[in-house]
């Protein structure tokens, strides 16, 4: 068992070092991007997740005591977490798609620009627009008039020492180029851990079978254990997800 846990995490390390690199290389995407994710969402289901593995974790106490019925709620519990968190990604997911926030040729957000903000998404401010330059004619005696000379106001003269500049954009509103690379590797990331939540389900649903049938207590509990140490590494992969996803900016 813990072989099979240190390849799941020698997998999703691989993912990060990925994730690394392209954030390393390109800053403005992932600090442009990540603001269509909803941080509320996401803390929600970051909490969602650390009760499921608190109950998962009591629950593996309740079958070393042989409390059974206490076991069964443990469990049903630590199910309906799981059934919550894919609910909440489903929305997530689901606004997404409609807004055209999606990897390689399928992202198109004008789809988003067309409807509007959506609740499940960070709001963006809107790019401040300059105010337009006054346009002054000078007129000679004659009445003679030159060409118009164009006068910038004073809010968009000079404000003092220019900063250096460090490369990145961070203009948030103007959109940078290539960041469909970002929701490619947000798909990809919580894609592939919410499958491995399914599976958790599917295991823990398993043992919730099994123990309402009495089938654990304090001799025989090696399986309840087992699928608790997988249900926490899960949840562990989502409390790294969360903030190098959700928290960038």
Same mark, same amino acid.
């Given at each position: 068992?813990?072989?099979?846990?240190?390849?799941?995490?020698?997998?999703?390390?691989?993912?990060?070092?990925?994730?690394?690199v392209?954030r390393?290389?390109?800053?403005?995407?992932?600090? &442009?991007?990540s603001q *269509? #994710?909803?941080?509320?969402?996401?803390?929600?289901?970051?909490?969602?997740?650390?009760?499921?593995?608190f109950?998962?974790?009591?629950?593996?106490?309740?079958? @070393? #005591? =042989? @409390?059974?019925?206490?076991?069964?709620?443990?469990l049903?519990?630590?199910?309906?977490?799981?059934?919550?968190?894919l609910?909440?990604? &489903?929305?997530?997911?689901?606004?997404?798609w409609?807004?055209?926030?999606?990897w390689?040729?399928?992202?198109?957000p004008?789809?988003?620009?067309?409807?509007?903000?959506?609740?499940?998404? %960070?709001?963006?401010?809107?790019?401040?627009?300059a105010?337009?330059?006054?346009?002054?004619?000078?007129?000679?005696?004659?009445?003679?008039?030159f060409?118009?000379?164009?006068?910038p106001?004073?809010a968009?003269?000079? %404000?003092?020492?220019?900063?250096?500049?460090?490369?990145?954009?961070?203009?948030?509103?103007? @959109?940078p180029?290539?960041v469909?690379?970002?929701?490619?590797? &947000? *798909?990809?990331?919580?894609?592939?851990?919410?499958i491995?939540?399914?599976?958790?389900?599917?295991?823990? *649903?398993?043992i919730? #079978?099994?123990?309402?049938? =009495?089938?654990?207590?304090?001799?025989?509990?090696?399986?309840?254990d087992?699928?608790?140490?997988?249900?926490?590494?899960?949840?562990?992969i989502?409390?790294?997800?969360?903030?190098?996803?959700?928290?960038?900016?």
């Open positions: 068992m813990w072989l099979f846990l240190a390849t799941e995490i020698l997998l999703f390390a691989g993912l990060f070092v990925a994730y690394a392209y390393s290389n390109h800053p403005e995407i992932f600090i &442009y991007a *269509f #994710l909803d941080t509320t969402l996401g803390g929600i289901n970051t909490m969602v997740l650390l009760l499921s593995s109950t998962m974790a009591w629950g593996v106490r309740a079958a @070393q #005591l =042989g @409390q059974k019925k206490l076991l069964v709620s443990l049903a519990i630590t199910l309906l977490g799981g059934f919550g968190f609910g909440i990604k &489903y929305v997530e997911y689901e606004a997404k409609k807004h055209g926030l999606l390689g040729v399928n992202f198109n004008a789809s988003h620009d067309d409807h509007g903000e959506d609740a499940g998404h %960070a709001a963006v401010e809107a790019e401040e627009v105010p337009a330059p006054v346009v002054t004619e000078a007129v000679t005696p004659e009445g003679l008039k060409e118009p000379t164009v006068v106001p004073s968009t003269g000079p %404000a003092g020492t220019v900063e250096p500049d460090d490369g990145v954009d961070h203009d948030t509103g103007v @959109q180029e290539n469909q690379i970002f929701f490619g590797i &947000y *798909f990809l990331m919580t894609g592939l851990h919410g491995h939540v399914l599976v958790g389900m599917s295991l823990i *649903f398993w919730l #079978l099994k123990s309402m049938g =009495g089938a654990y207590g304090p001799k025989y509990f090696t399986p309840v087992l699928v608790g140490l997988y249900w926490h590494l899960v949840d562990l989502w409390i790294f997800l969360f903030p190098l996803l959700y928290l960038i900016h």
